[in-house]
Nanobody, 125 residues
Framework: QVQLVESGGGLVQAGGSLRLSCTAS????????MGWFRQAPGKERDFVAG????????YYTDSVKGRFTISRDGAKNTVYLQMNSLKPEDTAVYYC??????????????????WGQGTQVTVSS
C-alpha cells in the first residue's frame, strides 16, 4: 500500500514558478516509478511528467518540456515537480501517482496504482 500526499500548489502570475512535492508512505516507494498528472475543469486527466524508480529516466509531455523538471529523493520518499515559466494554460489540479509494477507506459492513467488527493495550481495572466 502506498499513500501519497501532494503539496506546494497555489496562485502564481504567468512567468512565475512553483515546486510541487509528493511525499509517499509505504515501503514500496523506492521501487516504483512515479508520475505527475493534471486535470483542468471539464477535461481529462493528462500526463505531465514521469520518473523511473531510480531517477535515471524522466519523461515529459511536449507542452512542459524545458519548463518543468521532475525529480525524486529516495531518502525523503518524495517526488518533486519544479515548474518554471508558468502559463495560464498550466492551471489545473495536479496529482502525483505511483506506477504499477510491470506497466509499459508512463502516460496512461491506467498504469498507475495509487494516487494523491491533488493540489490546485492557478496561473493568472
Amino acid at each position: 500500500q502506498v499513500q501519497l500526499v501532494e503539496s506546494g500548489g497555489g496562485l502564481v502570475q504567468a512567468g512565475g514558478s512553483l515546486r510541487l512535492s509528493c511525499t509517499a508512505s509505504g515501503r514500496t516507494f523506492s521501487s516504483r516509478a512515479m508520475g505527475w498528472f493534471r486535470q483542468a475543469p471539464g477535461k481529462e486527466r493528462d500526463f505531465v511528467a514521469g520518473i523511473s524508480w531510480n531517477g535515471g529516466n524522466t519523461y515529459y509531455t511536449d507542452s512542459v518540456k524545458g519548463r518543468f523538471t521532475i525529480s525524486r529523493d529516495g531518502a525523503k520518499n518524495t517526488v518533486y515537480l519544479q515548474m518554471n515559466s508558468l502559463k495560464p494554460e498550466d492551471t489545473a489540479v495536479y496529482y502525483c501517482a505511483a506506477r504499477g509494477y510491470g506497466s509499459v507506459t508512463y502516460s496512461d492513467t491506467k498504469d498507475y496504482d495509487y494516487w494523491g488527493q491533488g493540489t490546485q495550481v492557478t496561473v493568472s495572466s
